[in-house]
């Protein structure tokens, strides 16, 4: 929900910033500022284009970079127009962050708990992996592979492909689930 209050604030600033841009550099020969009737047109059509350069436009993370990197002067070229384009491309992204979390949340909300529950308790009653065909034999009213896409949502699940497949815990997720279980 924040993601859609915010990405129309966001997409109004973008508007401004290009809206004062244009007014700036569209002047006539006595530096008399551009048509704001122009200008405002152009600065309502950019929206569109927004969300189709959010969509081409790489995202990068620049302190990432500068980090693992070390120092680099070219990036410090590329600062202010990255800069630019992520006070633009912010309420697309804002948009793009708040559907996908609407969707995440309905992928929660229709995973079968009981069946994942079921799981997790038979995780965590063994101390190592479990292989899928002791999951079949101990649960055999479970449908393990409708509730193999649920099961890997769920952080701390590790997927053992070396034979026999199955799934394990990592310890910390064990020591999390055993403190929750002894409360």
Not at 6 to 20: K, M, Q
Not at 82 to 93: A, D, N, V
Request: one cysteine or more; aromatic letters at 10%; hydrophobic letters at 45%.
């Amino acid at each position: 929900m924040l993601g859609l209050v915010l990405a129309p604030v966001a997409l109004i600033v973008a508007t401004i910033c290009v809206y004062w841009l244009l007014r700036l550099f569209t002047h006539d020969a006595s530096y008399n500022p551009g048509d704001p009737t122009l200008c405002l047109l152009i600065s309502l059509a950019v929206i569109p284009c927004l969300f189709i350069g959010n969509r081409l436009v790489p995202h990068r993370d620049l302190m990432e970079e500068q980090l693992s990197e070390g120092p680099d002067r070219s990036i410090r070229r590329q600062v202010v127009p990255l800069f630019f384009l992520w006070i633009l491309f912010t309420g697309p992204r804002l948009f793009d962050w708040a559907f996908r979390s609407f969707g995440e949340a309905r992928r929660w909300r229709g995973m079968d708990i009981h069946s994942c529950a079921a799981m997790l308790w038979l995780l965590i009653s063994k101390p190592g992996k479990v292989s899928f065909d002791d999951m079949r034999q101990q649960l055999d009213w479970l449908n393990l592979d409708a509730v193999l896409p649920d099961i890997t949502r769920i952080p701390g699940i590790v997927f053992l492909k070396t034979p026999p497949p199955g799934l394990s815990l990592t310890q910390d997720f064990r020591d999390q689930v055993r403190s929750e279980i002894t409360r």
